[in-house]
C-alpha cells in the first residue's frame, strides 16, 4: 500500500482489542470486524472470512502475541458458529466468544461441546437482556460481561461461585470501574481504562525519561545538526544498538554492514530518523509492563492513521507529519502516569499542538482524535456518523485504519531489545 493510502478498500476489516489479567498483564486480543464492520455488531460469518483476515498483515501483532502463549478471541453470532468458522483459530489459543440469540440452541450447545473436546475455550455473554443460554453458559469456560451498561456486576460475580468459569468485563471505562470489578472477581478486562492515566502526586520523570525528551527536542529541530544527533545517539547504547540492528537487516539488503551511527544517519535521511527515533523512543519510554506497551503501539497507529488521513484528503491544510506527531504524543500521559499538561511542558511542539494534547475547548484536532478512538474502541455507528460529518469515505478510512494497524505491529514486531550498556559507545 502507498503511503497516500490510495489503494483500493480492503473488502475485510477488523480491529484487535486489548485484553487484560487483574495483574495488568496482557491476556490476549479480542479481534472484531467483519465484511461490513461499521454497519452493526460485527461477527465472523464463515472460515474464509476469519481465515482471510487472519493471514493478513494487520495480524501480525496478534499472532506475535499468540506465539507468545496469549489468547485470541473472536465473536460468533448464531450463522457463523453454526457455520464452523470458529475452527479457523488455532486450538490451544482460541477463544471462541458466543453472541447474540440461539434460534437452534440444541445445535449451538452440540457444536460448543465439540469445540471445548478439541481444545477450544468457549465465552459467552452473561447478563441481564441476554437470552436464556444457561446451558451453554454451564459449558462455557469464560463468561463476558458488558461493564458499558447499565447492568450490575453483582449477580454475574455470586452466580459463579467457586470461579468455575473466568470472568471477562468488557467496555470498561475507567480505572476505577477496573477496580471495583476487580474486587468484584472480575479476571479479564478490555476497553478505554488502560488509556486513561493512572496519576501519583509524587510521581516525576525519571532521569531515563528526561534524556529521551532531550533527544526528541534535538530531533524537532528545524535544521538538525548530523554531528551532534549522531553524538548524542551513540551515547545511548539502546538506541544506537537498534539503530544499527534496523539499518543492518535483511529487510533493507545493504551490501555492506552499517557501522557508525553517522553513516546510518545519512543513509536514512532526516525524515526518516526522524520518525524512527520518534517511535524508538516512544517505544523506550513505555517500558516497564504490558499496558505502557500496548498504549505505545496505539499511539504509532494513531499517528499513523491521521498522517495517511491527512494526506489523503489534504484535511482543512493540516500538515501531515504535525498529525503524526498529535497521534504519537496522544497517549503519554497514560504511558507515564503524568497528566497530560505536565507531559506537554517537555515536548518540543508548537502552543497548538499542545493544546491539542492537553485536550482544551476549541481544538481543532479533536474530531480527528475521536476518529482514531472510534477505530481503536470498534465503535462502528459512531465511526460512520463521524465520517460523514467530517465528509470522508469510510472505505477510505477503513483502508488508512488497516495500513496505520500493519505499520505499528510491524514495528514492534522488529523491535530488538539491546543488551546491557558497555559503558563503550558505537563508534560515530
Known amino acids: 500500500m502507498s503511503d497516500n493510502g490510495q489503494s483500493g478498500a480492503s473488502p475485510f476489516f477488523f480491529t484487535k482489542q486489548a485484553l487484560f489479567d487483574v495483574k495488568r498483564k496482557l491476556w490476549g486480543y479480542e479481534i472484531q470486524g467483519g465484511a461490513d464492520a461499521c454497519s452493526a455488531l460485527a461477527c465472523f460469518a464463515d472460515q474464509e472470512h476469519l481465515a482471510g483476515s487472519l493471514a493478513s498483515t494487520s495480524y501480525m501483532g496478534v499472532q506475535s502475541a499468540v506465539e507468545r502463549g496469549k489468547k485470541v478471541a473472536v465473536p460468533f453470532d448464531e450463522v457463523g458458529f453454526l457455520a464452523q468458522a470458529p475452527y479457523a483459530l488455532p486450538p490451544a489459543h482460541g477463544v471462541v466468544k458466543f453472541v447474540g440469540q440461539a434460534s437452534r440452541p440444541r445445535e449451538v450447545v452440540e457444536l460448543a461441546a465439540r469445540l471445548r473436546a478439541d481444545g477450544y475455550s468457549l465465552a459467552v455473554d452473561v447478563g441481564a437482556g ?9 459449558l462455557a469456560d469464560v463468561w463476558c460481561f458488558d461493564a458499558g451498561g447499565a447492568d450490575d456486576p453483582t449477580p454475574i460475580a455470586a452466580r459463579n461461585k467457586g470461579g468455575k468459569a473466568l470472568l471477562w468485563a468488557s467496555r470498561v471505562g475507567s480505572l476505577d470501574t477496573f477496580e471495583k470489578l476487580k474486587a468484584a472477581g472480575f479476571a479479564v478486562f478490555q476497553g478505554r481504562f488502560f488509556k486513561e492515566p493512572e496519576l501519583v502526586s509524587e510521581r516525576k520523570l525519571t532521569s531515563h525519561q528526561m534524556s529521551r525528551f532531550q533527544l526528541l527536542r534535538l530531533i524537532e529541530s528545524e535544521d538538525p545538526d548530523v554531528d551532534a544527533l549522531a553524538e548524542a545517539i551513540s551515547a545511548d547504547v539502546s538506541v544506537s544498538f537498534r539503530l544499527l540492528s534496523y539499518l543492518n537487516s535483511a529487510a533493507f539488503g545493504l551490501p555492506q554492514k552499517i557501522q557508525s551511527i553517522k553513516q546510518a544517519i545519512m543513509i536514512l535521511g532526516s525524515i526518516k530518523i526522524r520518525n524512527w527515533l520518534r517511535a524508538v523512543l ?5 517500558q516497564g509492563g504490558d499496558m505502557p506497551r500496548e498504549l505505545a503501539e496505539l499511539s504509532l497507529q494513531r499517528a499513523r492513521l491521521l498522517e495517511l ?6 484535511f482543512w491544510d493540516f500538515n501531515p507529519g504535525t498529525l503524526f506527531l498529535l497521534g504519537l504524543f496522544s497517549l503519554l500521559d497514560a504511558i507515564l502516569g503524568l497528566p497530560m499538561r505536565q ?23 479533536q474530531p480527528l482524535l475521536d476518529l482514531a478512538e472510534c477505530i481503536e474502541d470498534a465503535d462502528w455507528p459512531r465511526l460512520a456518523d463521524l465520517t460523514r460529518q467530517l465528509g470522508l469515505e469510510l472505505d477510505a478510512v477503513k483502508v488508512c485504519a488497516s495500513e496505520a494497524m500493519a505499520y505499528s505491529s510491524g514495528f514492534f514486531a522488529t523491535q530488538t531489545d539491546a543488551p546491557p550498556p558497555t559503558g563503550k559507545k558505537a563508534r560515530q
Open 309 to 314: 488521513v491527512t494526506t489523503r484528503y489534504d
Open 343 to 365: 507531559v506537554a511542558e517537555h515536548l518540543p511542539l508548537d502552543e497548538k499542538l499542545k493544546s491539542a494534547l492537553r485536550r482544551d475547548a476549541q481544538n481543532e484536532y
Open 130 to 138: 441476554q437470552p436464556d443460554l444457561a446451558e451453554l453458559a454451564a
Open 282 to 286: 516512544l517505544a523506550d519510554m513505555a
